[in-house]
């Protein structure tokens, strides 16, 4: 079960997230749309741990613990994985040595034993070929030189290699052509075990046809501002967020 | 600064350096007599240059940002030659005081110093090389020879002392060498000054592949000179990694000489401390269709200080050249700081020249990203790092160790 309570974030003096609550349990999948500048980006990166933002009230339990007092790289070992919106591109640095070095960091600091690197890519390449990513990008600097669609299924593949227990995914949808939509929901779908937990971050209904969510809540002026089943995401894509930002405004 | 003090700088510099080197100029004038006239001739006007000009300082345009006094004058320099540095096929080095004979030889050794910007002054190490330049090896790759082994050289100067080597290299037609150099100490307190030039002459379609692992004390003071000439299609590939050295000046001249050549000159330095790592060059494109290429990337923490003066200079009628320059450095600490002055001086019409120089910190962002997948922060730190230096080798022909 993953807790978010009352969850406050500034950035620069600007409160961005206002008393944010949600709850997720095991094996769920919970969507969050909004419109632009809601916050939905800002929930992701504090969830991960990045520190820019400045928490300011609320928490977020994962497994009993409060993943706020914890390093990035700690979290992730806990089980968290953030796939970004605007994946970075690491210069020099090639997409295997980079996963293999992650995997291993979490499995150590989980006191597992370390891949080596036969084991390694015994795991990576069925994945691979199953998310369309070819050996040369393997190879290749992360993300260097990747266009938008191909960022985004490294973001999966290295989702599916870390296998969290809880992926954030946001905005993985945008920069896919249709075929890689159909590529990456299926890489998705694949990693729903009945215990692992998703928060899916959209703007578009069509990926949910794809990876069907249990919950779909509204975020906007940096608090939830409605939940409801799969039918509440069709019901945005005919009616927009009108009410949610006049309500907002009120 | 006004010209009476400047004018007393310099005096005082001129001075305080006949007395620091005395012992070296000495020793100089009591050489042996086995030795061509033209060669002691050249002694003697290096002498006179050297006692001239003294230690460069940093009025000069070229040493404005690397002064060697300050570290020079807390030593007391000893002269001492070096022995038993090389390793690999050892027919293939010998002492230049047997090879005097060979006119190829004696050319070199009596060569101008390469100038740069016309001024004498700049080259005053150099001229103190050339006082003791009989003091050194001569490594002659006959033609087509390709050495499968390396030539290594290996060398830990000793305390106080004050060590000029000349190194001559001549690669023959369609010749291939490997030489790697690893300068190494024995402990960091150890203060010494190494006073090289290195002469590289490459034939038509030779290839020498240069490396350096640059690990002196942390007191050291290092002077490295090397001047190229190339031939039609021949290639250099010269690699200098810095880990070492209080100060260290790597000066380059680079000349084309035969259409189709290609040289690289790359330098990486990862450095703390006080330490001073100055790369200088010049590249001359005398002829067409000729290629360079200088790529720095340095890592400076504490107060380390990275100097790239680069030039490419592009004769009239050298068309289809293509030289570029790019300089990166990753500034780790507020106190450390990069000196980058990419120049260009072109006087052909059809050439191909990009030069860059950025500064920065570690980009936090790329940090993220690499903690938000379990890595740690100090690893994340030293990926990012390592693989920012590797950037040097792009596209050499380095055979790796395993380490
Ligand atoms: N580094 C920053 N400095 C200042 N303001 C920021 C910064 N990052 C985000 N913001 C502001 O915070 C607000 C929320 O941004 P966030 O990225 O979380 O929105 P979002 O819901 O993900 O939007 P989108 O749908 O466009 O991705 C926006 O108003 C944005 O301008
Ligand atoms: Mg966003």
């Known amino acids: ?80 994985f953030m796939a970004f919106q605007y994946p970075l591109e690491i210069p020099g640095v090639p997409m295997n040595t980079f996963l293999r070095t992650a995997l291993n960091a979490q499995r150590k600091l989980r006191g597992e034993e370390e891949l080596d690197s036969l084991a390694y890519l015994k795991k990576i390449k069925p994945l691979a070929k199953t998310l369309g990513v070819s050996d040369d990008m393997l190879k290749r600097a992360l993300n260097e030189g990747c266009s938008g669609g191909e960022k985004k299924r490294n973001e999966v593949l290295q989702m599916s290699m870390l296998e969290p227990q809880f992926a954030v995914l946001d905005e993985t949808d945008s920069g896919l052509d249709i075929d890689a939509l159909r590529v990456v929901a299926d890489g998705v779908n694949a990693l729903r075990d009945g215990q692992r937990s998703f928060l899916v971050i959209t703007h578009y209904q069509r990926l949910l046809d794809y990876i069907k969510p249990d919950v779909v809540h509204v975020l906007a002026g940096g608090r939830i501002v409605e939940t409801g089943g799969p039918e509440l995401a069709l019901r945005l894509e005919d009616e927009g967020y009108a009410k949610f930002i006049s309500e907002e405004a009120a | 600064m006004s010209t009476q ?289 200088q790529i720095v990337r340095n890592v400076l923490h504490d107060k380390a200080t990275g100097v790239f003066q680069g030039k490419v200079y592009v004769e009239k009628g050298a068309d289809y050249t293509d030289g570029s320059q790019s300089s990166k450095a990753l500034l780790l600490s507020p106190f450390a700081s990069m000196h980058a002055k990419p120049e260009l001086e072109i006087y052909a019409d059809e050439v191909k020249c990009a030069h860059g120089a950025t500064c920065g910190a570690l980009d936090e962002k790329a940090l993220f990203y690499a903690r938000s997948r379990g890595i740690a922060y100090e690893d994340a730190r030293a990926m990012l790092v390592t693989a920012f230096l590797e950037e040097v080798k792009d596209g050499l022909p380095l055979i790796e160790d395993s380490e």
Not at chain 1, 19 to 40: D, F, Q, R, T, Y
Not at chain 1, 64 to 76: I, Q, S, T, V, Y
Not at chain 2, 145 to 163: F, G
Not at chain 2, 247 to 269: D, L, T
Request: with cysteine.
């Open chain 1, 1 to 80: 079960m993953i807790s978010i309570k009352n969850l406050h974030a500034r950035i620069e003096e600007k409160e961005i997230l206002k008393g944010l609550s949600l709850e997720i349990e095991p094996g769920k999948v919970h969507a969050i749309m909004g419109p632009n500048g809601a916050g939905k980006s800002t929930l992701a990166s504090v969830i991960a741990g990045r520190e820019e933002y400045e928490v300011t009230e609320g928490e977020v339990i994962m497994n009993g613990k409060n993943l706020l007092d914890l390093e990035p790289e700690e979290r992730a070992a806990e089980g968290v």
């Open chain 2, 5 to 293: 003090s400047a004018v007393k700088e310099v005096v005082y510099y001129k001075a305080e350096t006949a007395q620091l080197f005395a012992p070296i100029i000495a020793l100089a004038q009591n050489s042996a007599n086995d030795i061509p006239a033209a060669i002691i001739d050249k002694q003697n006007a290096a002498r006179a240059l050297f006692t001239t000009y003294g230690v460069p300082y940093p009025k000069l345009e070229r040493w404005k940002y690397s002064n060697f006094y300050p570290v020079l004058k807390k030593m007391d320099l000893a002269p001492a030659a070096l022995t038993d540095i090389w390793r690999g096929d050892l027919s293939l080095v010998k002492p230049i005081k047997d090879m005097l004979a060979e006119l190829w030889v004696q050319a070199l050794l009596t060569k101008e110093a390469p100038k740069s910007d016309d001024v004498r002054d700049d080259n005053a190490f150099w001229y103190l090389n050339d006082i003791q330049n009989v003091q050194g090896w001569v490594i002659d790759i006959p033609a087509g020879a390709n050495v499968s082994e390396k030539l290594l050289l290996e060398t830990v100067n000793k305390d106080n002392t004050y060590n000029a080597e000349r190194i001559i290299i001549r690669v023959g037609r369609n010749a291939r060498l490997v030489l790697d150099e690893q300068h190494n100490h024995q402990t960091n307190d150890h203060r010494y000054f190494k006073n090289w030039v290195t002469q590289i002459v490459l034939d038509d379609n030779a290839e020498l592949v240069h490396t350096r692992m640059q690990n002196d004390s942390l007191k050291a003071a290092y002077v490295q000179n090397t001047s190229v000439t190339l031939g039609r299609d021949a290639r250099y590939y010269g690699l200098t990694i810095n880990k070492g050295a209080q100060i260290f000046r790597n000066q380059y001249a680079v000349m084309f000489e035969g259409e189709g050549a290609h040289a690289s000159i790359r330098s990486s330095a990862n450095v703390g401390h006080d330490q001073h790592i100055d790369l200088t060059t010049c590249v001359y494109h005398n002829v067409k269709s000729c290629t360079s290429d």
